[in-house]
């Protein structure tokens, strides 16, 4: 798909953030919209009211132009307020060429509203369908229980809705060729990933489990654990790493190389936010935890398409359980195998470009 004649020139004004709170999925999601962006030609400017450094300047190596928001007086702008509000759609409306995008659920009806005409370039990148008007030119919800009948009905000129797993927000380290994956016989890389905050604690959780694996499933396992930008339970989980016996634990901080951890991994533990879309098309057998109640509604979305194993709400779940399940899994080539091929086959990789392509037809 060739958008850079539609795209070239014109800026894209991003408005989503990160933190320990909110973890750093919706950033990261748009991120990839961003560099799809800035690959057919485009701009992109970034209004950001939270963002750990890391991530902050992932953002600057992209060649986006960051903005922080904040009050006259330099004190933070509440996210979602008025104020935020009235900053978007003043930098919206100063290039009436500009497209605008939206990701994070403190965004909500009133917000949007707020945006005056500048709504009719806005896209809304949506988990929950939870809003009782959605007053913009497109919405964007990239996850398997996405539904059109959950969405509010709208009258002649409402929303275009962009529905379902043809438009996962991959970024650009995932897109190409995908290297050739083995399913062995026994699972010995494990990469665990609970986002880029872990606010609930489920990577210290996932450490005690693997401590209750068998010795014979320990020994001879190499792990691997992602502990996001937005973590700061660094140093504690490096000491539960280093008590597991027989096992090599590894803790990589704020890694660069996603799709090369994922190709590495015969099996993962995760929450079930975005990272799953990016464990799918990497083709990586996955166990997913929610942590967070809108993970719940995802994962309905993953039973729908049986993808993937669902060990349920992070805090009703025993270290046993996990281990279990964990044990069950290292040694199940034929699920994985299933898992894998599967999660390939969901995920295409297009989706970027899917979306880029709607945003160039409301262009138009």
């Known amino acids: 798909m060739n958008l850079r004649g539609e795209v070239s020139g014109r800026e894209l004004v991003v408005r989503a953030d990160a933190s320990t709170a909110s973890g750093t999925g919706h950033m990261m999601r748009a991120l990839a919209l961003a560099q799809g962006w800035r690959d057919a030609g485009g701009r992109v400017r970034w209004l950001a009211a939270a963002a750990p450094p890391a991530l902050v300047d992932r953002l600057l190596a992209e060649d986006v132009r960051l903005e922080w928001l904040s009050a006259e007086d330099g004190a933070p702008i509440e996210p979602g307020s008025p104020p935020d509000a009235d900053r978007f759609r003043?930098?919206?409306?100063?290039?009436?060429?500009?497209?605008?995008?939206?990701?994070?659920?403190?965004?909500?009806?009133?917000?949007?509203?707020?945006?005056?005409?500048?709504?009719?370039?806005?896209?809304?990148?949506?988990d929950g369908a939870e809003l009782d008007a959605y007053p913009v030119a497109l919405v964007?919800?990239?996850?398997?229980?996405?539904?059109?009948?959950?969405?509010?009905?709208?009258?002649?000129?409402?929303?275009?809705?962009?529905?379902?797993l043809d438009y996962v927000l991959l970024r650009r380290e995932f897109l190409g060729p995908r290297p050739a994956r083995t399913i062995p016989q026994v699972a010995r890389h494990l990469l665990v990933t609970f986002g880029g905050a872990d606010p609930t604690g489920m990577t210290a959780?996932?450490?005690?489990?693997?401590?209750?694996?068998?010795?014979?499933?320990?020994?001879?396992?190499?792990?691997?654990?992602?502990?996001?930008?937005?973590?700061?339970?660094?140093?504690?989980?490096?000491?539960?790493?280093?008590?597991?016996?027989?096992?090599?634990?590894?803790?990589?901080?704020?890694?660069?190389?996603?799709?090369?951890?994922?190709?590495?991994?015969?099996?993962?533990?995760?929450?079930?936010?975005t990272t799953v879309w990016e464990l799918a098309h990497g083709g990586c057998p996955t166990l997913v935890v929610e942590t967070v109640p809108i993970e719940?509604?995802?994962?309905?979305?993953?039973?729908?398409?049986?993808?993937?194993?669902?060990?349920?709400?992070?805090?009703?779940?025993?270290?046993?359980?996990?281990?279990?399940?964990?044990?069950?899994?290292?040694?199940?080539?034929?699920?994985?195998?299933?898992?894998?091929?599967?999660?390939?086959?969901?995920?295409?990789?297009?989706?970027?470009?899917?979306v880029i392509g709607a945003i160039a037809e409301v262009g138009r």
């Open 140 to 164: 964007l919800n990239q996850n398997a229980h996405a539904r059109l009948v959950r969405y509010p009905a709208s009258s002649e000129g409402g929303p275009r809705y962009l529905l379902g």
């Open 296 to 354: 719940e509604r995802l994962v309905e979305g993953l039973r729908e398409v049986r993808l993937f194993g669902h060990l349920g709400r992070g805090d009703r779940l025993s270290v046993g359980a996990i281990a279990d399940e964990l044990g069950a899994r290292i040694g199940d080539r034929e699920w994985r195998a299933t898992m894998s091929e599967r999660g390939q086959r969901l995920v295409d990789g297009g989706g970027t470009a899917r």
């Open 90 to 126: 003043d930098r919206l409306l100063a290039d009436p060429a500009s497209f605008g995008v939206v990701d994070g659920h403190w965004f909500d009806s009133t917000y949007l509203a707020g945006l005056d005409e500048a709504r009719a370039r806005l896209l809304v990148v949506d």
């Open 205 to 273: 959780k996932a450490l005690a489990a693997l401590a209750r694996l068998p010795a014979a499933l320990r020994d001879g396992l190499r792990v691997r654990v992602l502990v996001g930008a937005a973590n700061t339970e660094a140093a504690r989980l490096a000491q539960l790493a280093a008590e597991i016996p027989d096992a090599t634990v590894q803790l990589d901080a704020s890694i660069d190389d996603m799709p090369g951890a994922i190709g590495w991994a015969d099996l993962a533990l995760s929450s079930g936010g």
